[in-house]
């Protein structure tokens, strides 16, 4: 694949710096009103890099879709896209709260209701980190039922759209938005929700974090021959709501002085994640772990927690996939097919 943003990340300075906006990859893949006739499904637009994803994919064109908790928050982000470029494709809301199924389920049916059907890129972006310890409405661990549990159950429901709406021509995509942080845990498989073990809040996070790659690696085994690809990866670090649950003591560890050249703008943060939905080179690209606009390979040793892009040891690792593929569908009250 091309290297075409190593350069621009090689030596990073800061948020702001030359590492490219989402806006700017789709100017670079030269889809400004491309995807007309394309639908898209974001979780979690109303904050962060949810806001700058669901940008650039309106400039593309495509009739995005968001889901919020808040729908009067949501919509005065809409307005603000709509303002800023009116020429983009439509936008609607969609009312889901990752915190309860019953919610999931109620936001994919309205979702599969207004989009007709019709899904081709499907961004798992909504998340919380290093939260207390909390209990969702259906009693999973806050992180791991708001991260992943949703996220999975979300994509079993809008499954046949992205089946159907996918072809050759434009395989249908699942981008699923991880995190470094996926480094602190693999899967819990003997104490998913810390029922047995004292609750550990960056544990919960890594191992949520871990859930979300594992289910893009499953989503990709499965699909990948019926033209549907999904990606794993890492943003970039960001300064954004999703740490208002850090004290500034925890900020100041993790953002040290030197750290701060690693920091990326909302905008910047969002770029991996729009050029592994439309990106032409990764139209067919899954499986695989990806940050600063690129794949990347295992962490290495020796190396800085942020400055290393790479993966974890148990991030690829089909029988443990497999095997959460198949228990999650017990968490969800589905039947596997």
Known sequence: MSTRYAAAHAQPTGAGDARPTALQIIHDENLVNALADKVVLITGVSGGIGIETMRALHA??????????????????????LASNPNGGKIDLIEMDLGSLDSVRRGAQ???DKSGGKLNLLILNAGIMAVPEGRTKDGFELQWG??????????????????????????????????????????RFHDYNFEREPYDKWLAYGQSKTGNIWLANAINRKYAGRNLY??????????????????????????????TRMLKSPEQGAATSVLAAVG???????????????????MQENVSFLEDQGYADWAFDPE?????????????????E
């Not at 992205?162 to 249908?172: G, M, Y």
């Not at 032409?280 to 295992?298: I, L, P, Y």
């Open 280 to 298: 032409k080179e990764w139209r067919t690209v899954g499986g695989v772990w990806a940050s600063d606009c690129a794949v990347q390979g295992r």
């Open 110 to 112: 309205d979702f599969l």
């Open 146 to 187: 708001t991260n992943y549990v949703a996220h999975f159950l979300l994509f079993q429901l809008v499954k046949g759209a992205l089946l159907e709406s996918a072809s050759p021509a434009f395989p249908s995509r699942v981008v699923s938005v991880s995190s470094l942080g996926h480094r602190y845990s693999s899967i």
């Open 60 to 81: 593309t064109g495509a009739h995005v879709f968001g889901t919020v908790r808040d729908l009067s928050k949501g919509q005065k982000v809409v307005s603000d896209i």
């Open 230 to 259: 999904a990606v794993g990866l890492h943003p970039g670090v960001i300064m954004t709501g999703l740490a208002w649950a850090l004290d500034e003591k925890e900020v100041a560890q993790i953002i040290t002085p030197e750290a």
């Open 320 to 336: 443990g996939e497999e095997r959460l593929w198949k228990e999650s569908f017990a968490m969800v009250g589905l039947k596997e």
